[in-house]
């Protein structure tokens, strides 16, 4: 198939886009290299040292032989966009381009305001590009898990039966978003389900869970091909930040009482329900909801599996419960159905002590390019 992967240089992207193109397909990353201007401007950087967009793609192909090709464009410039649907005419458009930290989002009033043009924007412009120029394409659109947020009730996939004063309907599962981030995805959840009603554009929205883990069997085969490792309070995220701190001897930085439950999944997963999902397109006029997680864990459960992963290999490490920055519930119900990806083949990449023992092992490989002061948050919700 002929696949756009908008946002491959980042952090789910570019592992996705060297797994396609092994798996045969014909692979154009999009990327406007943004992550790496807020780098800069956060002063934080890759736990692993990662080449320029560029010298990764000609490595692939040297170990491989295979070609990926490279627009370096920006989804909010409908230039770009266009540009990449009529020169490219994909069959599946992975869209995971998108400014993804819920702290980034709740920096300030411009950076809310900044998140909500650049997401809102760019999914806008890319469903206007598939009316004009590539009405087949599908649009596999990568959501979050936190769009539903923690209701006291099951968490469906996308939709749900609702029965009323004697009157049945299946309509949207209600949304409860926990920051300015996550509500760009609700948006764009209701912006899509409209164009493919309207329109008949054919989408799957991916509302992923909380992504771990580090490398894949591609990114695996060169160094130069590493993938980027986030630590930092504002875009690393609760497993992996834990991982690294556990590497540098940091206390382990669980907000408030750690009984907040989130649903996870391995790297390895993400890639495999990308594949699943462009092989199994969604009908024109579908808008198709998969909630992409494979276990939930509370944040209190992850800290103690990595301290004692890390204790059997001989680190010393704290749990510290910091004050929560976020805004957020404890110990509430967590039950989310996640069927629809098992059925289309899904075969999970459970959280082994055997997973952590070696994201914990190239962590401690690169403690050297951690700044211990990027590690607490300073990003409060209040
Ligand atoms: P990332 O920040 O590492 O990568 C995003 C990439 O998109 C970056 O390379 C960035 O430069 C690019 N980008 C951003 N805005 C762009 C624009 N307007 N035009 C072109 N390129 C742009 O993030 P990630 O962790 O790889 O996440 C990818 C997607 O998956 C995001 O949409 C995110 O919301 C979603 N997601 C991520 C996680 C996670 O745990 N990492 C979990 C659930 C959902
Ligand atoms: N947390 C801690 N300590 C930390 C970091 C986080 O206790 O050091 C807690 C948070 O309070 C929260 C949970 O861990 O309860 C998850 O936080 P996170 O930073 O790992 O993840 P989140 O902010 O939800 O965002 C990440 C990605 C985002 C994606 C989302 C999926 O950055 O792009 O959409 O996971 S989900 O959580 O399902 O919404």
């Known amino acids: 198939m002929k696949i ?30 943004v992550r790496r201007e807020i780098d800069t401007e956060l002063g934080s950087n890759s736990m692993t040292p990662i ?45 995971f381009a998108e400014h993804r930290s819920a ?42 898990m936190g769009e539903y947020g923690q209701p006291n009730i099951d ?13 049945k309907d299946r309509l949207p599962f209600p949304k409860a978003p926990g920051s300015f981030y996550h509500l760009t995805k609700v948006h764009d959840s209701d912006n899509i389900m409209f164009a493919c009603r309207i329109w ?25 091909l590493t993938n980027r490792f986030d630590y930092d309070a504002v875009f690393g995220t609760a497993l992996n930040r834990f991982l690294i701190q556990a590497a540098i001897g940091h206390d382990l930085t669980v907000y408030g009482g750690g009984s907040q439950t989130r649903g996870y999944l391995n790297i390895a997963d993400t890639v495999r329900c990308i594949e699943i999902a462009c092989e199994n397109p969604a009908e024109r006029g579908e808008f198709r909801v998969f909630n992409q997680f494979t276990e939930s864990f509370s944040v209190q459960d992850l ?3 990595v301290q004692r992963v890390a204790r059997e290999q001989g ?31 899904l075969e999970p990449h459970l959280l082994t002590d055997e997973v952590l023992e070696e994201i914990l092992r190239v962590a401690r490989e690169n403690v050297d390019r951690v700044s211990d002061e990027l590690v607490l948050p300073t990003v409060t919700w209040k």
Not at 114 to 139: F, M, Q, S, Y
Not at 155 to 167: A, D, S, T, V
Not at 203 to 214: E, I, P
Request: aromatic share 8%; with cysteine.
């Open 4 to 33: 756009v992967v908008a946002g491959g240089d980042g952090f789910c992207g570019w592992p996705t886009a060297l797994y396609l193109s092994q798996k045969g397909h014909e692979v154009t990353i999009v990327d406007s290299l």
């Open 51 to 95: 080449l320029p967009l560029e010298e990764r793609v000609a490595a692939w192909k040297e170990v491989t032989g295979k070609d990926i090709d490279v627009v370096i464009g920006d989804l909010t410039d409908y230039d770009d966009v266009t540009r990449v649907f009529t020169e490219k005419q994909p069959e599946a458009f992975v869209h």
């Open 103 to 144: 702290p980034y989002s709740m920096i300030d009033r411009e950076h809310a305001i900044e998140n909500h043009r650049n997401n809102v924007e760019g999914t806008l412009n890319v469903l206007w590009a598939i009316k004009d120029h590539a009405p087949d394409c599908h649009l596999v659109k990568l959501g979050t």
């Open 155 to 167: 968490i469906e996939e996308g939709w749900i039966e609702i029965e009323h004063k004697g009157r």
């Open 200 to 224: 008949g554009v054919r989408a799957t929205d991916l509302n992923q869970g909380v992504v771990y883990g580090l490398d894949t069997d591609e990114t695996r085969l060169d160094p130069r």
């Open 303 to 305: 800290a103690e599996k």
């Open 315 to 345: 680190l010393k490490v704290g749990i510290d419960h910091l004050e929560n920055p976020r805004v957020e519930k404890y110990d509430h119900y967590y039950n989310a159905v996640n069927t629809n990806l098992l059925d289309l083949g």
